[in-house]
C-alpha cells in the first residue's frame, strides 16, 4: 500500500532556507510523476513543483529560481529544497505521487495525482 510521509517543516526567518523531504512507501510505478503542493487556510491546493521518473521539473511561477524539487530513486525520497523563503511561502507543503499514467498530462494539476501526504507545516516569518 502507497504511503508517503514528508518531513523537514519548521519555522524560520525571511530569507532562510529548509529542505522538505517526502519518504514514499511502496510507490513502484516505473513511470511516474511526484510532486510538491502547498495550501493556506481557505485557499485551494496549489502546485510548487513536479519532477517525472526522468528528471523533467517544472516549477509554479512564484518559486522558480528559489526552489528546487529532487529525488533519490535508491532511497524512494523526494525533496523540495526552498531557499530565499518569503512570508508568502508559510503553508502546509504537501508531496503528492502519480498512479502511473504519464504521457499527455499536466504534472502542475493537482487532479493528476492519485496519492498524497499528510502534510508538514512551513512558517515563515518576517
Known amino acids: 500500500q502507497v504511503k508517503l510521509v514528508e518531513s523537514g517543516g519548521d519555522s524560520v526567518q525571511a530569507g532562510g532556507s529548509l529542505r522538505l523531504s517526502c519518504l514514499m512507501h511502496e510507490y513502484t510505478y516505473s513511470t511516474y510523476f511526484v510532486g510538491w503542493f502547498r495550501q493556506v487556510p481557505g485557499r485551494e491546493r496549489e502546485v510548487v513543483a513536479s519532477?517525472?521518473?526522468?528528471?523533467?521539473?517544472r516549477y509554479a511561477d512564484s518559486v522558480t529560481g528559489r526552489f528546487t524539487i529532487s529525488k533519490d530513486d535508491a532511497k524512494a525520497t523526494l525533496y523540495l529544497q526552498m531557499n530565499s523563503l518569503k512570508p508568502e511561502d508559510t503553508a502546509v507543503y504537501y508531496c503528492?505521487?502519480?498512479?502511473?499514467?504519464?504521457?499527455?498530462?499536466?504534472?502542475?494539476?493537482?487532479?493528476?495525482?492519485?496519492?498524497w501526504g499528510q502534510g508538514t507545516q512551513v512558517t515563515v516569518s518576517s
Open positions: 503528492a505521487g502519480s498512479s502511473g499514467r504519464v504521457w499527455g498530462v499536466n504534472t502542475l494539476d493537482r487532479d493528476a495525482y492519485a496519492y
Open positions: 519532477i517525472t521518473y526522468l528528471n523533467r521539473t
